[in-house]
């Protein structure tokens, strides 16, 4: 038993990780795993997952039906956020429209439209939103809001006096020039990913060693508990490491997320990361000894945090206080910071410093724990 | 308690106990086994014969009491003591989605067996087994007397001094087990202290000496012969239309120690030594209306010993 003091034998470990690369190879569900699962999912959550809100739903109910309104509507269409899905002839129907979720936003135009601007009366318009995603919600308003704005601002300057020139802000957006939620969400992935990968390639490895009583003959030999989980490690993380390289091409390539950063850096902050990560979950085999058991316990302890807690999609910065102190020990969450400093800003360690010094004690913790929990006595 | 252990012992314990909770699995068992002798752990399922072997081989943290194996202190010095036996577990634990030349290389790996010893193991290894010519095949596609042989070597790859067998023949065929009885003897006779747990009581007269356990406890530890001379009693076997009715009547006659089913004979074992004993039996199941048609005393054998051991501790 792995007493320190024991010096570790290069021979034994070796042994281990043959022994592990052979099993790999022979298990069709860890190859699906390992390298199948990751490209499925970067693609499926790179397609589905996307905060923009474009191509609103939006019907119209023209009471007025002059020149004025049809150039409103006009507007709407122009600026390439609504897309009109219909022109509804009653009250009834526009709500009918809503309830379906056909249409996301009504537009209803009064009578009196045209003429009230003619006159330079103010001119009420109506916007039903359907607030069930809030969020979007809030986005196809502002989009609303600034097309009613721009036709305002062109009915000033044809009628009446000279308009004053309006204050022009220019705006400037720094490392994701088109607010792409797309190159937010695809370097963050990658962590999340590889926590789901970690968790379930170890339980399978671990557990499964456990459940056919192999553990009990590879603990009566004289291989140190750290060679066994060493041994196991190595091949994981030459697979984590592939993984993370062919989701971030497939971030580049298909999601034209830029890589702005150094690559080796991504290599060596991402071995970091998975040592802790396949650490934690060789940790919660060796502790649990069903494959079942430590698929759930894994996600529950660490995709579950990775996935609401890291930033990767829901931001950490507008959480309440609670939740943003818990997120600190989430390991995800300072690769994520990391990941998005490497695709997006092309910063190196003199920014990331403070996330990547997290990542090596969760290492250290992660293959501290695994090597711990693999008692070679039981009880 | 500790002191030097003597040279001519391989395994030695003391009042070695195993508790899990309230339940004690094995009960302050002291015992020595000679270097060279192949010594059994011999009683039913859940008796500590598995227990008693997992706190020899380091798997299992003993409750109390002290041991010596290899000449090595069973608290302290594990790591010496794991380079110097080989253990086979109950379950068969080699790596099925291994070959047997991957199998064999692993193990060779963990115990540091390399070089030209390697190659010489390897070969012993594949010829005793049986699996010259079958390296390439996967473990799990053997048939289980193979596979035992293959752990077995698998064991044994590093040459220990002392071997640990936890129920090595259980659900074997009849021929393979004998063919392993054959193997253990072999490396017994190479001068490997080799101590086996088995249910199968015909096997304890593969071994030199036995230890009989019984819900944790050693309650008899002594060569086959001498406990087939323990027994004292006289035993008698029946042969009658209704087995287990009679088995019932039998139980419930005063004087009768002890009925079993053998087979589809009984073995009645009586409380003292009467001329009469055989037609008292003969008389007792008439009455209770089956037909008998042989009672016939006989010598006990060792199966008849510790079955008798075993119901006598049992109460």
Redesign the interface.
């Known amino acids: 038993?792995g007493?320190p003091g024991?010096r570790l034998?290069p021979?034994?470990l070796?042994?281990?990780a043959?022994?592990e690369v052979?099993?790999l190879r022979?298990?069709p569900r860890s190859l699906i795993m390992a390298f199948v699962l990751p490209v499925l999912l970067v693609l499926l959550f790179g397609y589905a997952i996307s905060f923009d809100v474009d191509r609103i739903g939006l019907a119209v109910l023209d009471r007025d039906n002059g020149a004025s309104s049809r150039a409103l509507v006009d507007g709407f269409r122009r600026s390439g956020y609504f897309d009109l899905v219909d022109r509804p002839a009653s009250p009834g129907a526009a709500e009918r429209l809503l309830e379906r979720g056909s249409a996301r936003l009504v537009l209803v135009i009064p009578p009196d439209f045209g003429a009230s601007l003619g006159a330079g009366r103010p001119a009420p318009l109506q916007a039903l939103v359907d607030g069930s995603d809030a969020n979007g919600a809030g986005i196809a308003l502002a989009y609303a809001e600034a097309v009613v704005a721009d036709f305002a601002r062109r009915a000033a300057g044809r009628g009446g006096p000279a308009a004053k020139p309006p204050l022009r802000p220019e705006i400037r957006v720094w490392y994701n020039e088109r607010l792409d939620s797309r190159r937010m969400i695809v370097p963050g992935l990658i962590a999340v990913l590889m926590m789901i990968i970690a968790a379930m390639l170890t339980s399978l490895t671990i557990a499964r060693e456990w459940e056919?009583?192999?553990m009990?003959?590879?603990?009566?030999?004289?291989?140190a508990r750290a060679e066994v989980v060493l041994g196991k490690l190595l091949p994981y993380l030459a697979i984590g490491l592939i993984d993370v390289f062919s989701t971030a091409a497939i971030g580049r390539v298909v999601f034209e997320v830029p890589y702005r950063g150094d690559v080796l850096l991504l290599g060596a902050i991402s071995f970091v990361f998975l040592v802790g990560a396949f650490g934690l979950g060789m940790f919660i085999s060796a502790v649990v000894k069903s494959q079942l058991l430590a698929t759930q316990v894994s996600m529950l302890v660490s995709y579950l945090p990775g996935f609401l807690l890291s930033g990767f999609a829901f931001d950490v910065a507008t959480m309440p206080l609670p939740l943003r102190a818990l997120s600190a020990v989430v390991p995800a969450r300072h690769y994520v910071t990391i990941l998005r400093g490497l695709f997006l800003k092309g910063v190196g360690l003199e920014a990331l410093w403070p996330e990547a010094l997290a990542l090596l004690v969760f290492a250290g913790l992660g293959l501290g724990l695994a090597v711990r929990a693999f008692r070679?006595?039981?009880? | 308690m500790r002191e030097a252990p003597r040279p001519e012992v391989a395994v030695e314990v003391r009042e070695l106990t195993r508790r899990?909770g309230d339940f004690t699995a094995v009960d302050r068992l002291t015992l020595e086994v000679r270097r060279g002798e192949v010594f059994g752990f011999l009683g039913p399922n859940g008796a500590g014969k598995t227990t008693a072997i997992?706190m020899l081989?380091?798997?299992?943290?003993p409750s109390s009491g002290d041991g010596w194996v290899a000449g090595h202190d069973l608290g302290r010095e594990?790591?010496a003591i794991?380079?110097r036996?080989g253990?086979m577990?109950q379950?068969?634990?080699?790596?099925?989605?291994?070959t047997v030349a991957?199998n064999i290389?692993?193990?060779?790996?963990?115990?540091?067996v390399?070089g030209p010893r390697l190659a010489e193991r390897r070969a012993w290894v594949l010829r005793m087994a049986g699996l010259e010519g079958r390296e390439r095949r996967l473990t799990a596609e053997l048939p289980l007397g193979w596979k035992q042989r293959l752990a077995l070597g698998c064991a044994v790859l590093h040459q220990p001094p002392i071997l640990f067998l936890d129920e090595p023949t259980s659900g074997v065929d009849p021929i393979s087990r004998r063919r392993f009885w054959d193997l253990i003897h072999e490396m017994a006779g190479a001068g490997t202290t080799v101590v086996v747990s088995t249910h199968y009581m015909e096997e304890a007269e593969y071994c030199e000496r036995v230890g009989v356990m019984s819900r944790g406890r050693l309650v008899a530890l002594d060569t086959p012969a001498g406990l087939r001379r323990g027994l004292g009693r006289p035993l008698y076997e029946v042969e009658t239309d209704d087995v287990l009715g009679a088995i019932e009547s039998l139980r419930a006659t005063v004087g009768v120690v002890d009925a079993a089913l053998y087979g589809r004979r009984l073995h009645v074992t009586l409380a003292g030594d009467g001329p009469h004993g055989a037609a008292s039996i003969r008389r007792t199941l008439e009455a209770a209306g089956r037909r008998v048609s042989r009672v016939e005393r006989i010598t006990p054998s060792l199966e008849d010993a510790i079955v008798a051991l075993v119901r006598a501790h049992e109460g």
């Open positions: 038993m007493r024991v034998s021979a034994r070796l042994a281990v043959r022994k052979i099993q022979r298990d056919r009583g192999t009990e003959q590879l603990a009566a030999t004289p291989v070679k006595e039981t009880g | 899990f997992k081989t380091g798997l299992l943290r594990l790591d794991r380079r036996i253990y577990s379950l068969f634990s080699l790596y099925p989605d291994l991957e290389a692993l193990f060779a790996g963990l115990y540091g390399t």
